[in-house]
């Protein structure tokens, strides 16, 4: 092998139409970019949404209500969820570690869990925050619960 015989991976280049290459190339003369004006010259862009100076979407569509800028996302996770987490492994204690191997919650998420269903099992669960009734449940099954 030497440098004579040397060729990109199959696969690895794509045959395109190299533009600005004069004016037997097809693409020559103004190079795709039509004539004059700011779009013609190099170091344009439009901002993101711009519509050609048309109204955007994003300002004539009404504006309704509050949007709270401190509000706090929980995903939630009810109790029978939890159970079947300890049918199917065989688990002690639950905790944002465990919740996110199991796909029910990801890097960033907070976690509530949440009253619905039965659980039987004892357990120790850790989250960010618990619903009255789920906190009872757990208790009541022997378990114990910790705020993160």
Known sequence: MNLSNL????????????????????????????HKGAGSRSGTSTKVGFEGGQMPLQRRVPK???????????????????????EQYSIATIDFDTLKEHGLASRNDLVKILGRG???????????????????????????????
């Open 64 to 86: 309704v209500g509050f949007k709270n800028p401190n509000r706090v996302e929980y995903v939630g996770v009810n109790l029978d969820v939890l159970q079947t987490l300890v």
């Open 118 to 148: 039965e659980l039987k099992a004892k357990l120790e669960v850790k989250a960010h925050a618990f619903t009255a009734t789920a906190q009872k449940a757990i208790e009541a099954a022997g378990g114990s619960i910790v705020k993160l």
């Open 7 to 34: 060729k990109p991976a199959k696969g690895s280049t794509k045959n395109r139409k190299r533009i600005g290459r004069g004016t037997g190339s097809g693409r020559g003369g103004t190079s795709t970019r039509g």
